[in-house]
């Protein structure tokens, strides 16, 4: 089996985490958590993008102009603090200030150079502080401003270094028919063939008034433009240009999720970067969609910008992400509304997934001393395995959380029409035994699935039915993953109800 190599966009550390930002790496985590069960090797990598103008900007902003690094120490800090506050469980969280950093970005710079794509030209053109890019007359408002930003871009000239991307036109857009699976969702695929196709022009990757970023190697009178720093993370991340060995087992099994916003940056300039450095390209950039505040763009001024810290305080880590990757189809726009949120607590998980746990578990105890019994049930799963794997191939977290919530609800169902209070009534057990095996069994599979996206709510519910989350954890997908894993005599609990109503 490939080992599985995700990573989020790193962050540019202008201001701190905000739920838009949170939503990338909760759902990488949800993809780590899950190949990790898969019994796949994980390497998960976030982290922080610290080369721009953009917090130079912040920096000053804050009175700590001529302290940059400190300023950059104490924010990217605050942004591990907040990840890991999210239960992440990242494998690195890269800082583009990091020595290793420099080293691959400069190896990787020659490279690129000695291939004879780089070359000195004159800039003359706009600059978004905001977008930290370069923009064409055609991209602004009719009154000259950024369309994202709402502000007026700078006029710059100078010499600077370009990177010849138009030597890979052609063999950028044979790669993306070839590999119907390299961008995603396929309305983004088609956004960048046009883009290539009609738009791509060589690039400017170095800036003579920058006072903040890795120097050309051979020129310090230039510092290497942010995106082209920027996205070598990928790379440093893993070892390129300082450990061989880990780098080469890890690349190219890499899966990059974005937002749609930087999707020319990294389906278009990043696959042309490794080209010309004569590096294999990513498995797959799947670009998520933006999202509003109850139906209102979420931005500082408008003072809806939302905390992911807080959301967690109010319900949970795992309600925060169940309800990101529940309501929002991945790769879509959607909006956040706590209305939404509460309505979905109530419902799918208080309701449907925490009474089917309480009163599985209840009855168990009442009925049976809390013993899991002795009896031949047939699999009540029916497709549920075959979708859901399906649906986090796909990276539609959406459906496979539809495909989970419909055995939620056959069990609920079965829990009605099976009647098991009367069944206990009778003389002969055995039904009975069968509807609680059921169930039992039903919510080993639950525990399960649920995982990548409740991680605390799958431990309880294994600690419920009498089991550590390490230990089912080392069993394999082939064994956990069919009928009868419970075993007669196992002692189930019912434990603390696992979503209280508010
Ligand atoms: N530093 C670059 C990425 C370099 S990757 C080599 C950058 N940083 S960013 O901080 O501006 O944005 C990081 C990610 O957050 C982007 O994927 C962006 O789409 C995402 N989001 C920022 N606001 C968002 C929403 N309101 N909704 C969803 N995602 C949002 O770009």
């Not at 982290?47 to 902003?61: H, I, R, V, Y």
């Not at 020595?99 to 004879?116: I, M, N």
């Not at 450990?243 to 899966?255: A, I, L, M, N």
């Not at 959380?401 to 055995?407: A, F």
């Amino acid at each position: 089996m490939n080992p599985f190599y995700i990573t989020t966009p790193i962050y540019y550390i202008n201001a701190k985490p905000h739920i838009g930002s949170a939503y990338t790496t909760i759902a990488a985590d949800v993809l780590a958590r899950y190949h990790r069960l898969l019994g796949q090797e994980v390497f998960f990598l976030t982290g922080t993008d610290e080369n721009s103008q953009k917090n130079l900007e912040a920096a000053e902003k804050n009175g700590k102009g001529n302290q940059m690094q400190t300023y950059l120490d104490e924010m990217a800090d605050v942004w591990q603090r907040t990840f890991n506050a999210l239960n992440i469980t990242h494998t690195r969280f890269i800082r583009t200030t990091e020595p290793d950093h420099s080293k691959a970005v400069e190896t990787f710079w020659k490279r690129v150079l000695a291939k004879g794509d780089i070359y000195l030209g004159d800039y003359n053109g706009l600059y978004c502080t905001g977008c930290e890019a370069f923009l064409q007359e055609s991209d602004l408002t009719e009154d000259g401003l950024c369309p994202d930003h709402q502000k007026p871009p700078k006029k710059i000239v100078e010499k600077n270094y370009f990177f010849k991307v138009t030597n890979y036109k052609a063999a950028l857009l044979k790669h993306i028919q070839e590999h119907p699976d390299f961008i995603m969702p396929e309305s983004r695929r088609h956004e960048v063939i046009q883009y290539i196709e009609h738009f791509m022009t060589d690039l400017s990757i170095s800036r003579s008034t920058m006072q903040w970023g890795i120097p050309v190697p051979g020129d310090a009178s230039q510092r290497i433009y942010v995106w082209f720093d920027a996205l070598i993370n990928y790379l440093t991340g893993i070892g390129f240009a300082t450990d061989e060995q880990s780098f080469q087992k890890w690349w190219p099994h890499v899966h990059h999720l974005v937002g749609k916003d930087i999707i020319k940056f990294h389906c278009a300039l990043w696959p042309a970067m490794l080209l010309s450095a004569d590096l294999p390209l990513p498995k797959r950039v799947f670009a998520h969609g933006f999202f509003t505040v109850d139906g209102q763009k979420m931005s500082k001024s408008l003072g809806n910008v939302m905390d992911p810290l807080q959301l967690v305080k109010e319900y949970s880590n795992d309600v925060l992400r169940y309800f990101l990757l529940a309501e929002i189809r991945f790769g879509e726009d959607g909006d956040f509304s706590k209305e939404r949120l509460s309505e979905r607590y109530e419902k799918e998980l208080a309701n449907e997934l925490g009474n089917l746990v309480s009163r599985s578990l209840a009855m168990t105890e009442t009925y049976l001393d809390g013993m899991v019994p002795q009896v031949i049930t047939e699999s009540f799963l029916g497709m549920v395995w075959q979708d859901y794997n399906h649906a986090m191939e796909m990276f539609a977290f959406q459906e496979a959380l539809e495909s989970v919530w419909k055995l939620v609800r056959k069990a609920n169902q079965f829990v009605e029409e099976q009647k098991p209070w009367q069944q206990a009534k009778e003389q002969d057990k055995t039904l009975l035994k069968k509807t609680l095996y059921t169930l039992l069994e039903t919510l080993w599979h639950l525990s399960f699935l649920l995982y990548p996206f409740l991680p605390q709510t799958s431990e309880l519910i294994f600690k419920q039915l009498g089991k550590e989350i390490k230990d089912v954890f080392s069993l394999p997908l082939d064994k956990f993953s069919v009928w009868g894993n419970l075993q007669p005599g196992d002692r189930v609990y019912k434990g603390e109800i696992l979503f209280p109503k508010k």
